[in-house]
């Protein structure tokens, strides 16, 4: 026997056949997942399960908890519904389309919010400027860097003082760079969130703005408030190199960091005037040079870091790069420093006006300049610049092919970076040595000791071979018989005053930047680097002692300065 309930919807759907809209007409289907219907016991067929009564379609429901209703004013879809849930299809279908759609998803990486211990052990580090162990400790899990909602680590609750925050109020200057070099660092941000994320540059670039920008939360002042007003220049110098250091924030009082220079030190004029330098635009003065050196170089315009040089892009033309650069300096003195490099001060030809000495010096430094320029097609145009560099007392960089780099050899970093590539060949050139005297060796059970070569005691044993004695004297027993004879004339003495400050090389045959031999580079470093004592730097003492050398051996000592430069050009 059929029930009234189970007849009215049968009598519903003959009464509608086979037509797709019925007027005022609403369905109710009911769709029960296939795992959770018993098909032995089951009376509610497919067909049975669309109804024109809601109440009857409830009852449904509660007897399967799994059920799903929806209701239809068109039979078909009610039809379908029940056969197959086609929501469920549809919701599929829209999972997989989403799934096309290139979203960036970030997983969960392996490294571990640092513990408040750790942090203060973090910052503490940061005081005590120890770059190895900071540098470390941030690579080895970047999350002491950049917090869970990807913004600066926050390592002094309270104030909200973030690792750069900590590194200028601790005036350290290479600990920002460490910092502010490391955060923009792509690799560093793919350390941390893998390799899903493409876009590293743009997170770096966000990062690096944030940590310079960010204010700490009682005056909101950046890094750069901390630094001026402490008259921290260096860490001021350091700041504003990055383009994306903005100089015009103002913190909780409405004061730019212009407007409170060393108000928290010594009104030092000169420290005041300095600072006040580094926060207007700062601008540099480039040495541009083709890469083939098929063109002149040429003093390029000077540019400002926001401002980017734009250098020629013509496929045709050869592409010019920047190889030296002078600054940072304001803008009305870039313009006086490439005019007096460019066009230097013309020559007083007047014979009647008698020539002051300073005006006699100046007419020297011109020659000398223009001299210079005309000879040295490689170097001569840096080499003025350099010397008008420190007479305008400004920073100095220039490319070195051997080193990839640019430097300065007149400061500290720049002698370091030439002292650590000259130890890593004279290194090689002893190892290579040694490995020559391993091969040559003839009698397999015979030791041979691996030293240096000394020339001391090369010469001491040559002289031993050497004796006053005449051998065909057969009476040798007393001293007072022997004779000394002085010949008639005896070579004049030279006196040389390098030869005294110069100490005998300690170590094997000579060795230059780029072989046994010297070539162009080695001349133009050598007149670059200023004289080095042995204890400072004992490498480049090393190097330079070689080259005094091989000046006084190949060149005459009255024509020298003259030749030296020809060598320089000629060089391969």
Same mark, same amino acid.
């Given at each position: 026997?059929?029930?009234?309930?189970?007849?009215?919807?049968?009598?519903?759907?003959?009464?509608?056949?086979?037509?797709?809209?019925?007027?005022?007409?609403?369905?109710?289907?009911?769709?029960?997942?296939?795992?959770?219907?018993?098909?032995?016991?089951?009376?509610?067929?497919?067909?049975?399960?669309?109804?024109?009564?809601?109440?009857?379609?409830?009852?449904?429901?509660?007897?399967?908890?799994?059920?799903?209703?929806?209701?239809?004013?068109?039979?078909?879809?009610?039809?379908?519904?029940?056969?197959?849930?086609?929501?469920?299809?549809?919701?599929?279908?829209?999972?997989?389309?989403?799934?096309?759609?290139?979203?960036?998803?970030?997983?969960?990486?392996? *490294?571990?919010?640092?513990?408040?211990?750790?942090?203060?052990?973090?910052?503490?580090?940061?005081?005590?400027?120890?770059?190895?162990?900071?540098?470390?400790?941030?690579?080895?899990?970047?999350?002491?860097?950049?917090?869970?909602?990807?913004?600066?680590?926050?390592?002094?609750?309270?104030?909200?003082?973030?690792?750069?925050?900590?590194?200028?109020?601790?005036?350290?200057?290479?600990?920002?760079?460490?910092?502010?070099?490391?955060?923009?660092?792509?690799?560093?941000?793919?350390?941390?969130?893998?390799?899903?994320?493409?876009?590293?540059?743009?997170?770096?670039?966000?990062?690096?703005?944030?940590?310079?920008?960010?204010?700490?939360?009682?005056?909101?002042?950046?890094?750069?408030?901390?630094?001026?007003?402490?008259?921290?220049?260096?860490?001021?110098?350091?700041?504003?190199?990055?383009?994306?250091?903005?100089?015009?924030?103002?913190?909780?009082?409405?004061?730019?960091?212009?407007?409170?220079?060393?108000?928290?030190?010594?009104?030092?004029?000169?420290?005041?005037?300095?600072?006040?330098?580094?926060?207007?635009?700062?601008?540099?003065?480039?040495?541009?040079?083709?890469?083939?050196?098929?063109?002149?170089?040429?003093?390029?315009?000077?540019?400002?870091?926001?401002?980017?040089?734009?250098?020629?892009?013509?496929?045709?033309?050869?592409?010019?790069?920047?190889?030296? *650069?002078?600054?940072?300096?304001?803008?009305?003195?870039?313009?006086?420093?490439?005019?007096?490099?460019?066009?230097?001060?013309?020559?007083?030809?007047?014979?009647?006006?008698?020539?002051?000495?300073?005006?006699?010096?100046?007419?020297?430094?011109?020659?000398?300049?223009?001299?210079?320029?005309?000879?040295?097609?490689?170097?001569?145009?840096?080499?003025?610049?350099?010397?008008?560099?420190?007479?305008?007392?400004?920073?100095?960089?220039?490319?070195?092919?051997?080193?990839?780099?640019?430097?300065?050899?007149?400061?500290?970093?720049?002698?370091?970076?030439?002292?650590?590539?000259?130890?890593?060949?004279?290194?090689?050139?002893?190892?290579?040595?040694?490995?020559?005297?391993?091969?040559?060796?003839?009698?397999?059970?015979?030791?041979?000791?691996?030293?240096?070569?000394?020339?001391?005691?090369?010469?001491?044993?040559?002289?031993?071979?050497?004796?006053?004695?005449?051998?065909?004297?057969?009476?040798?027993?007393?001293?007072?018989?022997?004779?000394?004879?002085?010949?008639?004339?005896?070579?004049?003495?030279?006196?040389?005053?390098?030869?005294?400050?110069?100490?005998?090389?300690?170590?094997?045959?000579?060795?230059?930047?780029?072989?046994?031999?010297?070539?162009?580079?080695?001349?133009?470093?050598?007149?670059?680097?200023?004289?080095?004592?042995?204890?400072?730097?004992?490498?480049?003492?090393?190097?330079?002692?070689?080259?005094?050398?091989?000046?006084?051996?190949?060149?005459?000592?009255?024509?020298?300065?003259?030749?030296?430069?020809?060598?320089?050009?000629?060089?391969?």
């Amino acid at each position: 026997m059929i029930s009234e309930n189970e007849q009215m919807p049968q009598t519903m759907y003959a009464t509608c056949g086979n037509s797709n809209v019925s007027n005022g007409t609403v369905f109710h289907a009911v769709y029960i997942p296939e795992e959770n219907v018993d098909t032995s016991t089951e009376s509610y067929t497919k067909e049975n399960r669309i109804y024109q009564d809601k109440a009857e379609a409830l009852k449904v429901i509660k007897e399967f908890k799994t059920g799903r209703l929806k209701s239809f004013k068109n039979l078909s879809e009610a039809e379908e519904y029940v056969k197959t849930g086609f929501e469920k299809t549809n919701y599929t279908n829209n999972s997989t389309i989403s799934t096309t759609v290139p979203v960036v998803e970030e997983k969960s990486n392996n *490294f571990k919010v640092p513990r408040s211990q750790d942090l203060v052990c973090f910052r503490k580090l940061i005081k005590d400027g120890n770059l190895h162990a900071v540098k470390s400790t941030m690579w080895g899990n970047p999350r002491y860097l950049i917090g869970s909602g990807d913004t600066p680590a926050i390592l002094q609750e309270g104030c909200r003082y973030n690792a750069l925050h900590i590194a200028v109020k601790a005036d350290r200057p290479d600990m920002c760079e460490l910092i502010l070099n490391t955060v923009g660092n792509a690799k560093f941000i793919q350390l941390l969130y893998g390799d899903e994320c493409k876009s590293y540059v743009d997170r770096a670039q966000i990062m690096l703005d944030l940590y310079l920008n960010t204010p700490d939360k009682g005056l909101n002042e950046t890094p750069l408030h901390f630094a001026v007003k402490f008259g921290l220049k260096d860490v001021v110098r350091v700041l504003v190199s990055y383009p994306c250091c903005i100089k015009t924030l103002p913190n909780k009082y409405k004061q730019l960091p212009i407007d409170i220079i060393c108000s928290r030190t010594c009104q030092d004029k000169e420290l005041k005037k300095e600072i006040r330098m580094l926060l207007e635009d700062q601008y540099y003065v480039p040495v541009l040079r083709s890469d083939d050196n098929t063109l002149q170089p040429l003093i390029g315009e000077p540019f400002s870091p926001p401002n980017a040089l734009s250098l020629n892009t013509d496929p045709i033309s050869p592409r010019l790069e920047v190889r030296a *650069f002078a600054g940072p300096m304001t803008k009305s003195r870039a313009l006086e420093f490439k005019k007096k490099w460019k066009t230097p001060p013309r020559l007083n030809m007047t014979p009647v006006k008698r020539i002051t000495e300073d005006e006699s010096n100046m007419t020297n430094n011109c020659v000398n300049n223009l001299m210079l320029r005309l000879q040295d097609s490689e170097k001569g145009l840096e080499r003025v610049g350099r010397d008008l560099a420190e007479e305008y007392q400004v920073s100095w960089k220039e490319y070195w092919p051997f080193l990839d780099d640019f430097a300065d050899f007149r400061t500290t970093e720049g002698l370091m970076k030439l002292e650590k590539y000259l130890e890593d060949k004279f290194h090689d050139q002893l190892f290579s040595y040694c490995q020559n005297l391993n091969d040559n060796k003839t009698n397999s059970n015979s030791e041979i000791k691996l030293e240096s070569v000394d020339e001391i005691d090369y010469l001491c044993n040559k002289l031993q071979l050497c004796s006053l004695h005449n051998t065909d004297d057969h009476d040798t027993s007393s001293i007072d018989e022997l004779e000394f004879f002085t010949p008639p004339s005896s070579p004049k003495l030279i006196v040389d005053s390098s030869d005294d400050e110069m100490e005998t090389a300690e170590e094997g045959p000579a060795t230059f930047l780029e072989g046994s031999l010297p070539t162009k580079q080695d001349y133009a470093v050598h007149n670059a680097v200023p004289s080095i004592t042995s204890t400072a730097y004992p490498n480049i003492y090393r190097w330079q002692h070689n080259m005094q050398l091989v000046m006084k051996r190949d060149l005459p000592r009255t024509n020298n300065i003259r030749l030296i430069r020809r060598k320089l050009i000629l060089t391969p």
